[in-house]
């Protein structure tokens, strides 16, 4: 049902790499578990809306001027490489 | 007098009344963690302040001012949520060293009590697991007997808590995270309503079905902690702005009259005949204690595991897309850049980065929301989980709490389920309905098994109705077999 191309394919969509000895592995679990899923199917919800959030969904609205929340040193603090003020990458844009 | 079975109250009452130093209890737990971690690797990481942050207790209490209700008393808090200055991993090598600039609201709030925060502590990474076993920093064992697991996610929060390296843990709860390794480590374990608990600074698995929750060793204290960190937060958009009870004052054993449910579809001829024993006698107990009891059904209970799992996956595809390798967070090394593309940069970080059952989490449900699959599986369980819910609100028309076993069995070996991934989920047949539906659960400990591995049994209740749960578990805590009982690690 998941075959080694569905896998590949949406390994990139979410943009993890794979090894390609561990494909088949997935596949075949990944298959079995939406297997599993697929009884939900049988379950009639003509007409039902979804629901995501379980409890009452309330609306808080606070007033509209900016707050200092944090330093920039400290969102730097875990940064893999910095320069300066700013996050360090590889060149991969353009 | 006796360090191990001091309770919130306890600890800091003997604070104010000078019988003990904020130091000298954090000092015991601190050397108890020391001593007994090594053979359960419960902590991940031990706090470096929490002497000094005791001695500033101390002269508070000495210069006397008023303290707050968890003064004195030491909390480790499961590894995914936030504490500033000390490593917040979520079990994962993808947050090796992150250390976070800000506390997660809740543990602002233990704080704001006086609690004294000791350390941080193993789960399944990124919440997904049923064992601990998925922890990038190895497993966690259980006191009682460490072949087996303490459960998970929340395995190092159990483990912790039942070998008293801790007087209280934090741990979460997305499909059963809190009540299972409760339930297996013979602990109590409170997963709040859904909205009760902030979860600003929780690292987000699935975002619609995580809570917080306390895992102690008395109904009082989860009571006691459970108020301290339920309120509304402007930082959490679903936190809820019911005012917050004072579940520790209105805490009460006498459950006359109170309507128990038994779910029609939890009858299973696959509960371990232990488990089954304990819950029977359970239900015995509670009929001399004058509960009565209602046989309920909630027909849609049989679906929810697969839908648990496939919401789950498909919030944690999107929660988990976050981890890039830029910002912070583990990032890939590359060798030749000439050839390097974004698209690259990101999936040799994340594949590296993220364990086997995370990376299987994010493909579900990047192909549970993909085009042309969104409306069959993701959208399709959103509508069965509203008709999940009116089955549940339906049935506490006719009973106040449900009761059931917590899991089919008791703890199993380490290594015993890793291998089968399905087979791993269908541990969480008891507890998931619950987060779908977003109602309160609690485990207790009730009894044992033949082969001494605690049995715990659960208790759920509609949005809000925490003290129902609180009230009857309070009233088995005190005829509990598990009572005065302390595990093999100790």
């Known amino acids: 049902m998941i075959d080694s191309k569905k896998i590949e394919h949406i390994a990139k969509l979410a943009r993890l790499k794979i090894q390609p000895e561990n494909v088949q592995q997935y596949s075949d679990q990944l298959s079995k578990v939406l297997n599993h899923f697929d009884q939900i199917a049988q379950i009639d919800t003509t007409g039902i809306e979804p629901l995501v959030t379980p409890t009452e969904i309330e609306i808080f609205h606070r007033d509209d001027f900016a707050e200092k929340q944090f330093d920039a040193e400290n969102l730097l603090q875990n940064a893999p490489d910095r320069s300066g003020n700013l996050f360090k990458v590889p060149p991969v844009v353009g | ?490």
């Not at chain 2, 809570?211 to 509304?232: K, R």
């Not at chain 2, 940069?345 to 590296?352: L, M, W």
Request: aromatic share 10%; glycine share 8%.
């Open chain 2, 1 to 490: 007098m006796n360090l191990i079975d001091l309770t919130f109250s306890e600890a800091r009452q003997a604070l104010i009344d000078k019988k003990i130093s904020a130091v000298e209890l954090t000092r015991f737990y601190l050397e108890r963690i020391e001593k007994l971690n090594p053979q359960l690797n419960a902590f991940t990481a031990i706090s470096k302040t929490a002497l000094s942050e005791a001695a500033t207790l101390d002269s508070k209490i000495a210069s006397g001012q008023p303290v707050g209700a968890l003064a004195g008393v030491g909390f480790g808090i499961k590894d995914m949520v936030c504490t500033k200055g000390l490593p917040s991993t979520a079990g994962s090598k993808m947050l090796q060293g992150f250390v976070p600039p800000y506390d997660a609201t809740l543990v602002r709030k233990l704080k704001n009590a006086d609690a004294i925060i000791l350390g941080k502590l193993n789960q399944d990474e990124f919440a997904m697991g049923s064992s601990n076993e998925t922890s990038y920093y190895g497993v966690c064992r259980n006191p009682w007997n460490p072949d087996y697991v303490p459960g998970g996610s929340s395995g190092g929060s159990a483990s912790a808590q039942a070998a008293r390296l801790t007087m209280g843990t934090i741990g979460t709860d997305t499909g059963g995270s809190i009540r299972q390794p409760a339930n297996f480590c013979g602990i109590v374990g409170i997963k709040p309503t859904y909205g009760r608990v902030s979860r600003y600074g929780v690292i987000a698995y699935a975002s619609s079905l995580d809570q917080a929750g306390p895992m102690v060793s008395t109904v009082a204290d989860a009571a006691l902690a459970l108020e301290t960190i339920c309120g509304h937060d402007p930082l959490d958009s679903t936190s809820s702005s019911r005012p917050v009870d004072t579940f520790s004052k209105s805490l009460s054993s006498n459950i006359k009259g109170l309507k128990i449910g038994l779910l029609k579809e939890y009858q299973k001829d696959s509960t371990d005949p232990d488990v089954q024993k304990v819950f029977d006698k359970s239900v015995a107990e509670l009929k001399k204690l004058g509960a009565e009891f209602v046989e309920i059904s909630v027909p849609l209970v049989e679906y929810a595991v697969p839908m648990y799992y496939l919401i789950s996956a498909s919030e944690a595809s999107s929660n988990l897309a976050r981890y890039d390798g830029v910002k912070y967070g583990y990032r890939a090394e590359f060798k030749d850049l000439s050839a390097l593309n974004l698209e690259d940069f990101y999936a040799e970080t994340r594949g590296q980065g993220f364990g086997a059952e995370v990376q299987r989490r994010i493909m579900l449900g990047t192909y549970c929301l993909s085009s042309g699959y969104y409306d069959a599986y993701y959208n399709k369980a959103c509508q069965v989980r509203r008709l999940l819910l009116q089955q549940y609100q339906n049935i506490f028309q006719k009973c106040d709490v449900i009761l059931s076993p917590v899991t089919t069995t008791p703890a199993f070996k380490i290594g015993e389920k890793s291998a089968d991934p399905l087979k791993m989920y269908l541990n969480d047949i008891f507890t998931t309905s619950t987060n779908l539906a977003g109602l309160g659960g609690m485990s207790v400990p009730f009894g044992f098994s033949t082969n001494g591995l605690p049995i715990g049994i659960q208790l759920t209740c509609n949005h809000f109705q925490e003290q129902k749960i609180l009230n009857v578990a309070y009233a088995l805590e005190q005829i509990s077999e598990t009572k005065g009982k302390t595990p093999h690690v100790f």
